[in-house]
């Protein structure tokens, strides 16, 4: 059984079995998504398709590991409790870390002279040219 929280006073419990999710709803989950039927698309309709503020992946296996990181919203958390087997290795889009909201913070400090953001440039281009600033995969 996952937990995900909406809002601090909604949660969405998702699981594969419905009596296990009939019975969050009398343990305090606000919403139910049973995950055999498309959980990802089914929390994002829930979420006025903006995705949970935490997501608890408690199963340990790479489904529920993906279905739990793209479940939550942008500056989201998603918290993986769920014991694996040795070797595991999940994947995740690294835009998906991204977190857009802590961008002003970092920006705050810059701004202050904690740290000298002058430094870390190693290089600088034309505007026109800021697609030769991206390094490609070859």
């Known amino acids: 059984l996952g937990l995900l929280e909406l809002q601090s006073s909604d949660i969405i419990a998702v699981d594969v079995q419905d009596h296990k999710l009939q019975k969050a709803m009398t343990l305090g989950a606000t919403h139910i998504v049973n995950a055999a039927k498309d959980a990802v698309e089914r929390i994002r309709e829930t979420t006025g398709g903006m995705g ?63 740290f000298n953001l002058a430094n870390a440039v190693s290089s600088r281009y034309k505007f026109e040219d800021a697609g030769k600033s991206i390094p490609r995969s070859q």
């Open 52 to 114: 949970v503020d935490v997501a608890v992946e408690a199963l340990g296996k790479p489904q529920t590991f993906m279905q739990c990181t793209l479940s939550v919203k942008d500056g989201g958390k998603a918290v993986m409790i769920g014991p694996s087997q040795a070797g595991f290795v999940g994947e995740i889009d690294i835009n998906r870390l991204f977190r857009r909201k802590d961008l002003p913070k970092v920006v705050k400090l810059a701004e202050s002279g904690i």
